[in-house]
């Protein structure tokens, strides 16, 4: 790397990639495959406990949503906040799958404390150094995305932020960047995260959901970063996305993620892995 040298961060020779539990016996960074799914949003109870079903059904690992919304224009639903935080927690217990969402700012992470098992930093924030330093102090697992305009060099060192601070339980995403061609929403750099992975000591999942934007390619792209030997994917899944109140042409139904969840253990042993076998421990979804 040129410029400021990551340090923690970084793969030392022969050093095994970072092994970070999000609770309930889940393991991403195990050499086997972790899937992270739900809604962009949570929108209500229903919504809630169908998406959670859902993908618990299928054989997701974790449960994703978003109670606070980062969106381009304030006009847009900016999410349901504590409450939506309540919803998802219940639904964790519920189907003993940890929970992960999207932390904005300081202020809201003594309230997400209390329901949340992984943190998310979206690309808006992976610049806001602030907030990285004080996640550090959590000690509670981070999603760490990388910006839609962020060098790989700059993504490494917004992680080091949260190393430096004493938490090493830091998972990369990539979620895709902005190129000059806007035909998709984001350009997915597959080969990027192929380097951190070498790289790096942390593991890293692929977000093929935000990278493209269009649905009948979350499914292929999800597909090339298991080959590409990611270790893991968050992918958005709605009971109804044809409703969304966020992102709902990228969000898969029920159904394609299933069939999604029945393709992947082929590919995967293809190139001698598996799916994440998670422990049968005690219900997670919340505070622990």
Known sequence: MSGQ???????????PTVKVSLGGGVIVGDGAFTVIAGPCALENADQVDKSAAAVKNAG????????????????????LGEMGLKLMAEQGKKHRLPIVSEVMDVAQLELMMDYVDVLQ??????????????????????????????????????AE???DGGNDQVILCERGIRSFDNT???????????????????????DPSHSTG??????????AAAAAGADGIMVEVH?????????GPQ????????????TLPALLAATGRELAHPEALAAVGGAR
């Open 161 to 163: 932020y949260i190393l």
């Open 5 to 15: 040298q990551a340090r923690k961060v970084m793969r030392g020779a022969g050093e």
């Open 239 to 247: 009971p109804t996305p044809e409703i969304a109140l966020c992102d």
């Open 121 to 158: 930093i979206g690309a808006r924030n992976m610049h806001n150094f602030s907030l990285l330093r004080e996640v550090a102090k959590t000690h509670r697992p981070v999603v760490l995305k990388r910006g839609f305009g962020a060098t790989l060099e700059e993504w490494l060192l917004a």
């Open 184 to 206: 998709l929403r984001n350009t997915l750099d597959l080969a990027g995260m192929a380097w951190v992975k070498e790289r790096s000591r942390l593991p890293v999942i692929v």
């Open 60 to 79: 997701a690992h974790a449960l994703r949503g978003g109670a606070f919304k980062p969106r381009t224009s304030p006009y847009s639903f900016q999410g």
């Open 214 to 223: 269009v649905r009948s390619l979350v499914v292929p792209m999800a597909l």
């Open 251 to 262: 969000a898969l139904t029920p159904a394609m993620f299933g069939q999604l969840m029945k």
